[in-house]
């Protein structure tokens, strides 16, 4: 009886962590998700404060998938394991929990990688679909302050958003940005000064969850 209580409780715990997605079912599951699930604020709880983000519609798979990590409580305990000093702050399993599956990349011109932008990190940089990590992203802290000139391909409120909050329009087209900051830029100013050793990597651990608000 007891061989048996135990191998239910594996059972059950299994199936409560089931992330992935098979490849081939991507599409079909996070849009299918998407149409039932139409939340699209959340708050990434740190000890440094709270950050509000807003999902973007015009990224639906991206945007399906992170909600359904988080409902799922893939994000419960979760660390910012990467500040890159000036530019973004990246959190989520880590290379040790890596999910066998990736998101099409949903780029949108208008979607760009200003201060605040949300994105997806990829697993892998030979990746000619540039699909996303359906785990590891980023918030841009900061990035570079542009001339006119960098941006003269950009329309006009767009240059004019990189001039005024900078960012990191190198990323634009190589990564998907799904959703932005509302709410806590200072505490996104906070982590971004974390002490940090070689890699990037934090001296000191930076956890935190993500609640879906509405």
Same mark, same amino acid.
């Given at each position: ?16 962590h ?9 599409? *079909? ?8 699930? *139409? ?12 950050l ?7 990224t ?5 998938n992170?909600?359904?990590?988080? *409902? ?6 979760? +660390? ?33 990688? *200003?201060k ?8 892998? +940089?030979?990746?000619?679909?540039k699909?996303?990590?359906? #785990? ?24 004019? #958003?990189y ?5 990191e ?45 509405e």
């Open positions: 009886m007891k061989n048996y209580l135990l191998f239910l409780s594996l059972l059950l715990l299994t199936a409560c089931n992330y992935t997605i098979d490849q081939a079912e991507v599409t *079909k599951t996070l849009t299918e998700f998407g149409q039932k699930n *139409k939340e699209t604020r959340l708050k990434i709880h740190t000890k440094a404060g709270d509000t983000v807003r999902l973007y519609d015009e639906p798979l991206h945007r399906a992170f909600l359904r990590l988080v *409902k799922a409580g893939y994000y419960d305990d979760r +660390e910012f394991y990467r500040i890159v000093s000036g530019v973004a702050v990246q959190g989520g399993g880590g290379m040790g929990d890596q999910l066998k599956y990736t998101v099409p990349a949903e780029f949108r011109p208008r979607l760009i990688h *200003k605040g932008a949300l994105a997806m990190a990829r697993y892998s +940089e030979k990746n000619p679909a699909a996303s990590s359906p #785990t590891e992203f980023f918030l841009i802290t900061k990035g570079r302050f542009y001339d006119a000139e960098e941006l003269k391909n950009y329309p006009a409120d767009l240059c004019n #958003t001039l005024k909050q900078g960012g329009m190198l990323y634009d087209g190589e990564y998907t940005v799904f959703g932005e900051l509302t709410e806590g830029f200072e505490v996104l100013d906070k982590l971004a000064k974390q002490p940090i050793t070689e890699g990037d990597k934090p001296l000191r651990a930076v956890s935190f969850s993500v609640e879906v608000i």
